[in-house]
């Protein structure tokens, strides 16, 4: 089983997005059997954190990258050992979330490409650059609104469906349903990238504008001469935080929408959704 490091940008804050707030997360892949190893982000003199910066020369396989900084979460030392780490064929998933959240991500190259910012490299339809979710002032576009925590989004899986979206589980054959969030972030594929696509997509609550929930990348030519490891990138790091998988749990102090209660009220629909965690898991090392 792959050996995988669940990893967040930013040092341990309490009252922050650390990575004991993706404890269920962590759960689940050990629970599948795989060996998960999970820590915040450590800052030497240089900037660097030592995990990331030599991560092509470790046992990991995967990288899943929670980016819940505004910009300055990955030094160029964690930079160059991620892309190396793809180069050897290493799997990365990372999630960010709304406006500038996750925004170091812009240097992973094509991951980098795939996520749009508010400061920096925007979604191309001007029309998107606007207040989606208008009920927290506090946070700009993008912010597309899903639901409220707690509850859940109806996903829209694109033909053909991807591998990642199929469950025994689901009546369908597919999973058809995600945690929601207020707030969520903005991908999108440039047209020279035909190695990635947009998998699934959502619908806002508040303006009913459809928006990208994930982006998988496969097939990137490497530098070596052979192709990079796998990628996805998720519109929103809460698709996998504790607290959109369990209602009594509460993030941090600055989470303070309104809380739903689908979640607690139809918990199939969660169990379904996890088939798309450990998807995930054996697609990034096929």
């Known amino acids: 089983m792959p ?18 707030r993706f404890s269920l997360l962590a759960q689940l892949l050990r629970d599948d059997g795989h060996e998960v190893v999970t820590r915040n982000r450590e800052q030497r003199e240089d900037g660097s954190d030592p ?25 160029p030392a964690d930079v160059r050992g991620i892309l190396h780490f793809r180069d050897r064929g290493g799997g990365v ?3 960010r979330d709304a406006q500038n ?17 508010y400061k920096y490299n925007r979604e ?17 576009f993008p912010n597309y609104h899903s639901g409220n925590n707690g509850d859940f989004q109806r996903i829209i899986p694109l033909e053909p469906v991807h591998d990642l979206l199929r469950s025994a589980k689901s009546p369908s054959g597919v999973i058809e349903y995600f945690p929601a969030h207020p707030h969520e972030g903005a991908l999108s594929v440039p047209d020279n990238m035909n190695y990635a696509r947009v998998i699934a997509t959502s619908m806002s609550r508040v303006s009913g504008r459809t928006f990208n929930l ?9 530098h070596n001469g052979h192709r990079n490891g796998r990628a996805i990138a998720l519109s929103t790091f809460h698709h996998l935080a504790d607290m959109n998988w369990d209602t009594n749990i509460e993030g941090p102090p600055f989470v303070n929408e309104p ?16 088939d798309y965690i450990r998807n995930i898991a054996r697609w990034l090392s096929p």
Request: glycine share 6%; hydrophobic share 40%; charged share 25%.
């Open 93 to 95: 998933l990372t999630a």
């Open 3 to 20: 050996k995988i490091l669940l990893q967040t940008t930013t040092a341990y804050n309490d009252a922050d997005w650390h990575i004991g």
């Open 51 to 75: 995990v990331l910066s030599s991560l092509a020369k470790s046992d990991f396989n995967q990288l899943w990258l929670i980016a819940v900084d505004t910009g300055n979460g990955l030094a």
């Open 124 to 140: 191309r339809d001007r029309r998107r650059l606007s207040r989606d979710d208008r009920d927290n002032p506090n946070i700009t």
């Open 259 to 274: 809380r739903g209660s689908e979640l607690r009220e139809d918990p199939v629909k969660l169990e379904i959704y996890k």
């Open 214 to 222: 994930a982006v998988a990348i496969e097939n990137e030519p490497a």
């Open 101 to 117: 959240f996750g925004a170091s991500l812009l240097n992973l190259g094509a991951i980098g490409s795939v996520n749009n910012f």
